[in-house]
């Protein structure tokens, strides 16, 4: 295992607060220097992040004294002399270091991203709509397959011809058994029941979470054609339910077959309000669900809008653990529920990645990537030749993407600009390239050339912001400055101290040699030391100790004879100890071979064996210690020796606004 030196931990100390919510911050000035290494300048504000940070991360921390500003200054310099050596080296040229330090980026950028705040909008926003549930009727007027912009105002004119009946007194339930192109009408007169957030398409549900019960709204577009929507009830959310049942289907084949069913589930329910019945007997004996009968007919926990109306009304009635509900009537037969647990909706924090999953899985990661784009176009200028788009898309029509140099070639269009973000032009070679460069197969309604070139803006406008982070935004800059030093530091430290400390025996000896009085026993004794804790087996144990002299013979006698009768009566220890801190021996007369003491309430029986006198270790029984050690001295003379390669000025007046800073 690598050793850590005190610099070493002030990097993971460092580390350990970086996941503190970034907030913006754009500079304003040139930061003055705290100092310089070997003529490299540090900004006085990368130590006011750094520190700060700690401080927010204790809490009840009121300030720091000048003696804890002193050594952390000086920590600080230890931690700057060790990444100057590691640039100086080369360590931040290698592809080991560019790999993981952009790794590191990808996941740091991601927080101060335009789409991360408007994807943290849309989480709150469903999280918050999940408190309600709402029940809402609907027409749907459909549009015709393959439909054009003709077909679609036909379409909108229907739906306001119906909105227009409904206004004049029209009944909502006649109209969409009328009217409606959803099926289920037939069945529901467009009742779809209770539902939340992210159960409907996203229109539907922007349009529904804003009306009032009994509102009726204005045709609402979505995939599917037109809705008219009508908002029966808003309740609270009730969260998660769970419900075992018995089923009795209907046999379509028998004309009586309704009335059979009513009349066995009828039976069954009269059964079950007898005390003596046990619910999965009878779930077990009647029950014609195969999937739930063998499990007492237990379902999954389910939230509103998971399963058709009727039952889950039914089950959400329960209000008591236990509780029986009469039988209900749904489209697969009879049903008899039993209530067995009941669940609120989750905390926000509980609830976050599953949100997060939906939300990207449906419309509106596309209306995300929109409102993204349409801000970083806005923020750094993005200006299109308009003409020049037009025209590639008119050339290439519905071109394969391997077709789309040759038809660009012969065109002239290579050297031609498409667009400019801030000053920066891109030319249709430069579209080109990063089409070719890509493997990314189509799955877009979008021509190949439109796929193409909007991933292409995307990305360069993705860099644009990215370069504007590292330019601009100041925690980013100090957060991505403090990952890639703390690369580079573990780099060196791996290189010129744990390595080097772990692997270099002969130098690990010839340093235990050196300081051989670091590493000295104090007077120890030979001792097998039971603790009892169940004062009724004590005699047992005396027995087996009292009288008899340390040996392995003995102590393994008393083991195998507690491991079998009382395994929980005794705690025992062996072995050669220091006693002179020893919690019992320090207590102990090192004279008597057994004796007994009460130590903290409990009874302590002690056998002594051989006393070895004060004396140097073995380099064997103390190798961990002195590799710890050995790694602290390698980290003293790297210190010492950069130290002396980078001569170190510090700018007094920087550094007093640094600690007036801290204690602000």
């Known amino acids: 295992m690598k050793h850590r030196s005190t610099s070493a931990y002030l990097f993971l100390f460092l580390l350990a607060f970086v996941t503190s919510s970034p907030k913006e911050s754009h500079a304003q000035s040139v930061p003055e220097p705290l100092l310089t290494l070997g003529g490299k300048p540090v900004d006085k504000d990368e130590l006011i992040y750094l520190l700060g940070k700690s401080q927010d991360a204790e809490t009840g921390t009121t300030g720091m004294s000048r003696e804890e500003f002193e050594e952390n200054i000086a920590l600080f310099i230890n931690y700057k002399l060790k990444v100057r050596e590691a640039e100086v080296k080369g360590l931040d040229k290698t592809e080991e270091f560019r790999l993981e330090f952009e790794s590191f980026k990808e996941n740091l950028k991601a927080p101060f991203l335009i789409k991360n705040s408007l994807e943290e909008g849309e989480l709150r926003k469903a999280y918050s709509r999940l408190q309600e549930v709402i029940r809402a009727s609907h027409i749907l007027i459909q549009f015709p397959p393959n439909a054009n912009s003709e077909d679609s105002l036909i379409v909108l004119k229907m739906a306001l011809k119906v909105k227009s009946e409904l206004e004049s007194g029209g009944n909502f339930n006649n109209l969409a058994l009328e009217y409606s192109d959803d099926p289920s009408a037939k069945q529901n007169n467009g009742d779809l029941g209770y539902f939340t957030a992210l159960q409907m398409v996203q229109p539907f549900e922007d349009a529904a ?43 379509p084949s028998n004309p009586n077959g309704e009335d059979l069913a009513k009349r066995k589930v009828n039976d069954i329910y009269t059964q079950i309000q007898m005390e003596t019945t046990v619910w ?17 007919g237990l379902l999954p926990p389910f939230s509103v809008g998971s399963m058709i109306p009727e039952f889950e009304m039914a089950a959400f009635t329960l209000t008591e653990i236990g509780e029986v509900s009469p039988p209900i009537r749904t489209q697969y037969g009879y049903h008899i529920l039993r209530l067995e647990e009941k669940k609120p909706v989750e905390a926000f924090e509980d609830l976050e990645e599953s949100i997060k999953s939906r939300i990207l899985r449906d419309s509106r990661s596309t209306m995300i990537k929109s409102q993204v784009m349409a801000i970083q ?11 020049m788009a037009a025209t590639l898309r008119s050339s290439l029509g519905n071109s394969p993407k391997s077709g789309f140099k040759a038809l660009i070639e012969s065109n002239g269009f290579t050297d031609q600009e498409l667009f400019k973000i801030g000053s920066k032009s891109f030319l249709v070679a430069d579209f080109l390239k990063y089409q070719s460069d890509e493997e990314t197969a189509i799955r877009s309604n979008l021509s190949p050339f439109d796929f193409w070139y909007d991933r292409f803006v995307a990305n360069e406008l993705n860099i644009a912001e990215e370069r504007d982070l590292a330019t601009n935004n100041k925690d980013y800059k100090m957060l991505l400055n403090e990952y890639r030093d703390g690369i580079l530091l573990f780099s060196l430290m791996n290189q010129e101290v744990w390595q080097k400390g772990i692997e270099d025996s002969v130098a690990q000896y010839d340093f235990f040699k050196k300081n051989i009085k670091n590493y000295q026993w104090e007077n120890r004794a030979d001792a097998f030391i039971v603790k009892v804790l169940d004062l009724s087996k004590t005699d047992r144990a005396k027995s087996l ?5 340390l040996s392995s013979e003995v102590i393994s006698n008393f083991e195998n004879d507690a491991l079998q009768n009382n395994p929980l009566a005794f705690q025992t220890e062996k072995g050669v100890f220091e006693y002179k801190n020893h919690p019992v021996l320090s207590r102990a007369n090192l004279v008597l071979p057994y004796q007994e003491l009460e130590i903290n309430g409990h009874l302590h029986l002690i056998l002594l064996g051989e006393k070895f006198p004060a004396g140097p270790k073995k380099f064997e029984e103390t190798r961990g210690l002195v590799i710890r050690d050995f790694q602290d001295y390698l980290d003293e003379q790297l210190i010492e020796e950069l130290q002396k390669k980078y001569p170190i000025t510090i700018n007094n007046t920087a550094k007093e606004e640094a600690f007036i800073s801290l204690n602000h």
């Open 545 to 549: 100790l009292a009288g008899k002299s």
């Open 377 to 387: 176009k806005s923020r750094y200028s993005f200006d299109e030749n308009e003409v």
């Open 209 to 251: 979470y804003t009306m009032r019960p009994g509102e009726i709204s204005n045709p609402v577009l979505t995939n599917f054609g037109y809705h008219i929507i009508k908002v029966q009830d808003r309740q609270p959310n009730p969260g998660q339910v769970q419900v075992s049942h018995i089923l009795v289907r209907i046999d």
């Open 280 to 296: 999965e007997d009878i779930v077990s004996n009647f029950s014609e669900d195969p999937s739930s009968s063998k499990k007492g």
